[in-house]
C-alpha cells in the first residue's frame, strides 16, 4: 500500500532533483586525483596542506593557491601575470583597476616571503621581473 501524499510534494520533489544534481557533481569532482605531486612537494586539495620530503606544512588560502600555480607549472617560471590574475580573479572585492593591481602585487610578493620563510631556502626560486618556480630537486 502507498502511503499519502505530502501537502509538501512539490517542495519535496524539487530537494530530492536538486539533491541528486549535487551529489553527482560531487561524484564528478572526486573522481579527479585528490593530490598534486612534483619532485619533493606534495599538494592535498582535501586537507588543503602541502607536504615537503613527507613533512606537512600549513599554508594560507592564498599562499595555497599560489603553490599550486607553481607546481603545475612544474619547474618551469610561473609569470607574474599568471598569478596576478589568478589572485585578481579570487579578490574581486577590490574596486579600482589602480589600486586593484597594486594590492594585488603586494599580495603576492608578501605571500611568496611567507611561504620561502616557512619552507626554507632553496625551494622556491625567483626569475626578476618575470615570476618564480619551484625547485624539484
Not at 501537502?7 to 541528486?20: A, E, I, V
Not at 616557512?118 to 625551494?123: P, R, S, V
Request: aromatic share 10%.
Amino acid at each position: 500500500r502507498r502511503p499519502p501524499r505530502s501537502t509538501l510534494f512539490p517542495y519535496t520533489t524539487l530537494f530530492r532533483s536538486r539533491l541528486k544534481a549535487l551529489l553527482k557533481r560531487e561524484k564528478r569532482e572526486f573522481s579527479f586525483s585528490q593530490q598534486l605531486t612534483f619532485g619533493r612537494f606534495k599538494l592535498d586539495y582535501l586537507g588543503n596542506e602541502l607536504y615537503v620530503e613527507n613533512k606537512c606544512i600549513v599554508l594560507s588560502k592564498t599562499e595555497f593557491q599560489i603553490m599550486e600555480l607553481l607546481l603545475k607549472a612544474k619547474g618551469s617560471v610561473c609569470q607574474n601575470k599568471v598569478l596576478y590574475k589568478e589572485l585578481r580573479a579570487k579578490k574581486e572585492k577590490l574596486n579600482y583597476e589602480r589600486a586593484q593591481k597594486v594590492n594585488i602585487e603586494r599580495i603576492l610578493t608578501s605571500a611568496i616571503l611567507s611561504i620561502k620563510q616557512k619552507l626554507g631556502e632553496g625551494y622556491i626560486g625567483t626569475v626578476k621581473r618575470v615570476g618564480y618556480y619551484v625547485v624539484s630537486d
